[in-house]
């Protein structure tokens, strides 16, 4: 399986909304509503910010939301904030009981 | 509370297998739906899956590399297994295990904890 594909870079200004996009296949992405998006700040535990496409574990920010159109998952952040500078993966289930990543983007606060 | 923690040795040479250990608490490989998996990050790469265990002992693994994957678990001890066989360079990564979310005993196919990873250099 090839990694789904993610912008390497996005960036904004504290208080703007930003959006990653996570583009799959149909064999992905597009056949199953089990995209979760991972927030990873270097040297730490990855944290799981939407499971299930775009439901939010209990204690994550409401300012993450996340949708999926197709083969392409996007996750948002609104009202941009400092700590909100990591890398962010997407993850799809790929059936058969397997997974494939994404390519990971670097989120800059301006 | 869930806690995950990788450990192995940081250093293997080529052709040598790499056995990793996951020693976790706060939850039972014994429960029904529960699952834990491992995944590997190479230095500035992305993510990538490398094999599964379920509590009814299934086991899953990426096929790009299934032929060098053996995954087992101790439910007395708490602990998941991965051994890799026949290392490489190119194998030189992060390696990380994580919980699959289950609610109730239906897994969402998402990793709700995640160990800190340990980093495995292979070379000569």
């Known amino acids: 399986q090839s990694a789904l594909t993610q912008p390497a870079s996005v960036s904004g200004s504290p208080g703007q909304s930003i959006t990653i996009s996570c583009t799959g296949t149909s064999r992905d992405v597009g056949s199953y509503d089990l995209v979760s998006w991972y927030q990873h700040h270097p040297g730490k535990a990855p944290k799981l910010m939407i499971y299930e496409t775009s439901q939010r574990p209990s204690g994550v920010s409401n300012r993450f939301s996340a949708s999926k159109s197709g083969n392409t998952a996007s996750l948002t952040i609104s009202g941009l904030q400092a700590e909100d500078e990591a890398d962010y993966y997407c993850?799809?289930?790929?059936?058969?009981?397997?997974?494939?990543f994404g390519t990971g983007t670097t989120v800059t606060v301006l | 509370q869930v806690t995950l923690k990788e450990s192995g040795p940081a250093l293997v040479k080529p052709t040598e297998t790499l056995t990793l250990t996951c020693t976790f608490s706060?939850?039972?490989?014994?429960?029904?739906?529960?699952?834990v998996i491992w995944i590997r990050q190479p230095p500035g790469k992305a993510l990538e899956w490398l094999a599964r265990?379920?509590?009814?002992?299934?086991?899953f693994y990426s096929t790009s590399l299934k032929a060098r994957l053996t995954i087992s678990k101790d439910t007395s001890k708490n602990q998941v297994v991965l051994t890799m066989t026949n290392m490489d360079p190119v194998d030189t990564a992060t390696y990380f295990c994580?919980?699959?979310?289950?609610?109730?005993?239906?897994?969402?196919?998402?990793?709700?904890?995640w160990g800190q990873g340990t980093v495995v250099t292979v070379s000569s």
């Open positions: 993850c799809s289930y790929a059936g058969s009981n397997s997974y494939v």
């Open positions: 265990i379920d509590w009814d002992d299934d086991k």
């Open positions: 706060g939850f039972s490989l014994n429960t029904r739906g529960m699952r």
């Open positions: 994580a919980r699959i979310k289950i609610i109730g005993s239906w897994s969402v196919d998402a990793f709700d904890f």
